[in-house]
Antibody, heavy 115, light 107 residues
Framework: QVQLQESGPGLVKPSETLSLTCTVS????????WSWIRQTPGKGLEWIGY???????NYNPSLKSRVTISVDTSKNQFSLRLNSVTAADTAVYYC?????????WGQGILVTVSS | DIQMTQSPSSLSASVGDRVTITCRASQSISSYLNWYQQKPGKAPNLLIYSASTLQSGVPSRFSGSGSGTDFTLTISSLQAEDYATYYCQQRYITPRTFGQGTKVEIK
């Protein structure tokens, strides 16, 4: 059974960088595509981007200038970095298996942007 | 971006009722449409992909239909565990986009 677990700071200051890691267990990260999706009460579910184990990525154009998704196959992890955050980036962030159909989700991590 | 619009935003229904939720895309997405169920405090769960294919383990009371721009999720006989928020999502092009959700509440 594939399991995903997000980790990282729950509080980030405005203008700083949000960094999250997703640890995958139950399968090799080289088997699937992996995505980040966030959820806010105001904007709902928003796709951030996805990565393949080769490093190939695809980002939401609305975030592309600020986002980097990377993969570490040796640790079976993938990561999200979002630069220059504002209060609008406050959300629950999910790491997810898939690039089209989101079959497996982490439990989600609430990240609040506040000074 | 393709805009996904769900209706209604919320509905109240009783156990045993037939429930229908509609999702409309701002342009044709063929059958590249998924449905998710989300319960409070939990991550979304994939119910249906490719508009009408039931994900493994999902009860057969759930069904999906449609193509092009108009899609429907139907729960044939609502059960207590079905009270949740439902989202549609297009996988036709990036950026992938979701509907705003339909909350199914107890009547």
């Amino acid at each position: 059974q594939v399991q995903l677990q997000e980790s990282g700071p729950g509080l980030v200051k405005p203008s700083e960088t949000l960094s999250l890691t997703c640890t995958v267990s139950g399968t090799s990260i080289s088997t699937y595509y992996w995505s980040w999706i966030r959820q806010t009460p105001g904007k709902g579910l928003e796709w951030i981007g996805y990565i393949y184990y080769s490093g190939s990525t695809n980002y939401n154009p609305s975030l592309k200038s600020r986002v980097t998704i990377s993969v570490d196959t040796s640790k079976n992890q993938f990561s999200l970095r979002l630069n220059s955050v504002t209060a609008a980036d406050t959300a629950v962030y999910y790491c997810v298996r898939g690039k089209d159909d989101y079959v497996g989700w982490g439990q989600g991590i609430l990240v609040t942007v506040s000074s | 971006d393709i805009q996904m619009t769900q209706s209604p935003s919320s509905l109240s229904a009783s156990v045993g009722d037939r429930v229908t939720i509609t999702c409309r895309a701002s342009q044709s997405i063929s059958s590249y449409l998924n449905w998710y169920q989300q319960k409070p405090g939990k991550a979304p769960n994939l119910l249906i992909y490719s508009a009408s294919t039931l994900q493994s383990g999902v009860p057969s009371r759930f069904s999906g239909s449609g193509s092009g721009t108009d899609f429907t999720l139907t729960i044939s006989s609502l059960q207590a565990e079905d009270y949740a928020t439902y989202y549609c999502q297009q996988r036709y092009i990036t950026p992938r986009t979701f509907g705003q959700g339909t909350k199914v509440e107890i009547k």
